[in-house]
């Protein structure tokens, strides 16, 4: 299993992505997370598409509502791409669009095949435990939008046993909500790891390693 989290874009050390995705250079973005905000959307995109293509990724977006309940589909999509990168935004818009199109389940079977590199910054790291309570005093978890299930998901991916706290002691709009974050994980017992901006975690197999 691949994973490049980082708290806010690409962080400082976009080689590492490169370096972790090896020779393949497809790439599926993703930016459910901002489906309720189809301006900052929009931006975000355009950045999002020169970042990967400026460090010599083939990047085209990927919209999981294009996929709700076609989760066949999105496999044979997804396995013909390298690497899978996640937009920030309200963590559990993303985590609805995950379930509705049937990605938690074939991203869960690709990483473990390792076919495929996981990375992304803010609500992709978020989603990544197995349980999405704490995540709420950052992100509201009632923001929904036409075409998604009102229900509010709390199973994270449980891909990692740990919660990310992003936006850690960063200049950041959302960084006071995190600190309220970590309060929560502290008096629940739950481990989690704090990530300022620019700071990025790398998994790969059983190593992993936090670069600052």
């Known amino acids: 299993m691949r994973l490049y989290l980082s708290s ?7 080689e590492k992505l490169v370096e972790l995705t090896g020779l393949g250079k497809n790439v599926a973005v993703i930016l459910n997370a901002l489906d309720h905000k189809p301006e900052t959307r929009d ?5 999002e598409i020169k970042m990967l293509s400026d460090l010599g990724f083939k990047p085209e977006e990927l919209d999981l509502q ?3 309940g076609k989760a066949d589909k999105l496999e044979k999509y997804l396995r013909r791409k390298d690497l899978v990168w996640i937009n920030g935004g309200n963590t559990f818009l993303l985590r609805r669009a995950m379930k509705q199109s049937g990605f938690d389940r074939v991203i869960t079977r690709l990483l473990r095949e390792d076919a495929i590199v996981y990375a992304g910054f803010s609500a992709a790291c978020a989603v990544l435990h197995k349980d999405l309570h704490g995540v709420d005093f950052s992100d509201d978890p009632k923001i929904t939008t036409e075409g998604y299930d009102k229900k509010t998901e709390w199973s994270g991916l449980g891909l990692i046993d740990f919660s990310i706290a992003v936006h850690y002691n960063s200049d950041h709009p959302e960084s006071e909500e995190t600190d309220r974050e970590i309060d929560y994980y502290k008096r629940n017992n739950i481990p989690f790891q704090p ?3 620019g700071e990025v975690i790398i998994i790969n197999g059983d190593k992993t390693e936090i670069i600052k």
């Open 195 to 197: 990530l300022r901006d």
């Open 66 to 68: 294009n996929y709700f």
């Open 43 to 47: 931006k975000f995109l355009l950045s």
């Open 8 to 14: 806010f874009k690409i962080g400082n050390h976009p």
